[in-house]
């Protein structure tokens, strides 16, 4: 299954909104806050590279407050 590990900048205020709509969404395994350069850190997980892919530009980097992403996608 592919995985891919994702960090978010958000809007100031909006982080526990946004951690909260993303334990919500089915192929997220794992959301947390963290400090530093970016707020969130996800873990995404979907049966397929497509899957994952829609996952991520439809259901994560389109919530509102989520200002930009890194995305990395797991090798193993």
Known sequence: MPK???MLNTDMGKERIILEKLRKT??????????GVYDLVVEVEA???DALKQSIFKEI???E?????LTMVALE
């Open 65 to 69: 407050g989520v200002r930009s992403t």
């Open 47 to 49: 049966d397929t590279m």
């Open 4 to 6: 891919a590990f994702i």
């Open 26 to 35: 089915p192929q997220v395994n794992k959301a947390h806050y963290v400090y």
């Open 61 to 63: 980097r389109n919530l």
